[in-house]
């Protein structure tokens, strides 16, 4: 299986939004509504913001959301902070199966 | 608060078998039907997943490592187990394990343990 394709990196101001993109395929990403997102922050445990496409688990911010269209998935982060910048990876329910990460993509908050 | 914690050698030695333990605290591993799973990051890349565990036992594992890769639990010490066979080099990675409410995504993490495959 192929990892999932994230851009290697977005930036953005703070207050301003973002929007990091994970492009899968037909047997993973457009097949099933279980896309997750997480943030990482280099050195400590990776957090889910995002599952099942679109929604956020207890305590995460509503500054981030999700979507799908296709085989394509979206993680949108409005009103940029500093304490957003981190690594952030999606991840989905494949045909075979299994579960498959993207690459992960680097936010900077300029 | 469920919390998790990965344990094992930080070195090993190509062609031999890495082994590593997480630990769960603040919950029973075999108490709800949920799932435990690995994860890795091999230095500068992304994560990749390596396979899940059911609270019954039934296993699921990434096709590019199944050969490879054996996940157990063990209910008596709340403990559930990776071993890789056969590591090369492309093993190196910072290992984490996490617990999953419904197989397709992991919340919480442990804090992941990195092992060097070296000689």
């Known amino acids: 299986q192929s990892a999932l394709t994230q851009p290697a990196s977005v930036s953005g101001s703070p207050g301003q939004s973002i929007t990091i993109s994970c492009t899968g395929t037909?047997?993973?990403?457009?097949?099933?509504?279980?896309v997750s997102w997480y943030q990482h922050h280099p050195g400590k445990a990776p957090k889910v913001m995002i599952y099942d496409v679109s929604n956020r688990p207890s305590g995460v911010s509503d500054r981030f959301s999700g979507s799908k269209s296709g085989n394509t998935a979206s993680l949108t982060i409005s009103g940029l902070q500093a304490e957003d910048e981190a690594d952030y990876y999606c991840s989905s329910y494949t045909s075979s199966s299994s579960l498959v990460f993207g690459g992960g993509t680097k936010l900077t908050v300029l | 608060q469920l919390q998790l914690q990965e344990s094992g050698p930080g070195l090993v030695k190509p062609s031999e078998t890495l082994s590593l333990t997480c630990t769960v605290s603040g919950g029973s591993i075999s108490s709800s039907r949920y799932y435990w799973g690995w994860i890795r990051q091999p230095p500068g890349k992304g994560l990749e997943w390596i396979g899940s565990?059911?609270?019954?036992?039934?296993?699921y594992y990434n096709p590019s490592l199944k050969s490879r890769v054996t996940i157990s639990v063990d209910t008596s010490k709340n403990q559930f187990s990776l071993k890789l066979t056969s590591v090369t080099a492309a093993d190196t990675a910072v290992y984490y394990c996490?617990?999953?409410?419904?197989?397709?995504?992991?919340?919480?993490w442990g804090q992941g343990t990195l092992v060097t495959v070296s000689s």
């Open positions: 037909s047997s993973d990403v457009g097949a099933y509504n279980y």
């Open positions: 565990i059911y609270y019954s036992g039934s296993t």
């Open positions: 996490a617990w999953s409410r419904d197989y397709n995504w992991f919340d919480p």
